[in-house]
């Protein structure tokens, strides 16, 4: 990837920080911060959404074993529920930044909003393609929500969970019609809240 120069004079550690599963309609929202090492460069880090799921898989297992310390979290159906989907997201994201084992003096988090941080923080559009910090938190992200997908779709099968990931297709909002909402359903977003009513999804 072609990163980005930055900007920042930071004497001490950069983590990215990046998130997967803010648009379907079931599930947690997870959150990845990572702190590279210069010294042990990845090849072909990219945003997660333009990697293939078996170069997404290889890359997550070498940035476990390269990277200096990484930390996934994430926010709960219930949190979504709860608190919205922005307010999961910002905090699944500062839930991994305090997960990491070492502090980073920087968090580069990908999007245009940030969570409440004790460190200073940048936000960067684009950043999944631009940095390779967040490009690895993009892929340690998307790889642990599509595995969460695959362990789901084993518990509710009707669904097709393994196939859409979540997201609001036509046979997922078919299977939502036919069998109603399931427990990892997020009660909020507007085709289940419909399905729950007794409308349409």
């Known amino acids: 990837m072609r990163q980005v ?8 550690l950069i983590a990215g920080v990046d998130e997967a599963g803010r648009g379907p309609l079931a599930g947690p929202v997870v959150a990845a911060a990572v702190i590279l090492d210069d010294l042990r460069p990845i090849r072909g880090l990219a945003d997660s959404k333009k990697l293939t799921a078996r170069k997404r898989e290889q890359l997550y297992d070498e940035i476990l ?3 200096l310390c990484v930390s996934v979290a994430q926010a709960s159906v219930q949190e979504v529920d709860t608190l919205n989907i922005l307010q999961a997201t910002l905090l699944a994201m500062r839930r991994a930044v305090e997960g990491l ?9 990908d999007g245009n ?35 969460w997908c695959q362990e789901v779709d084993a518990l509710y099968p009707a669904y097709g969970f393994a196939r859409h990931k979540g997201y609001g297709t036509s046979v997922h909002l078919a299977a939502l019609q036919a069998h109603g909402a399931c427990p990892e359903h997020r009660t909020t977003f507007r085709p289940v809240t419909e399905v729950l009513q007794g409308g349409r999804a």
């Open 65 to 67: 074993a390269k990277a």
């Open 113 to 147: 909003r940030l969570p409440v941080l004790t460190m200073r923080a940048e936000a960067l559009v684009k950043g999944d393609a631009l940095v390779a910090a967040i490009s690895a938190a993009s892929i340690l992200a998307k790889v642990t929500r599509d595995r």
């Open 101 to 109: 084992r070492l502090s980073p003096k920087l968090v580069l988090v």
């Open 5 to 12: 120069a930055l900007q920042w004079k930071i004497n001490g």
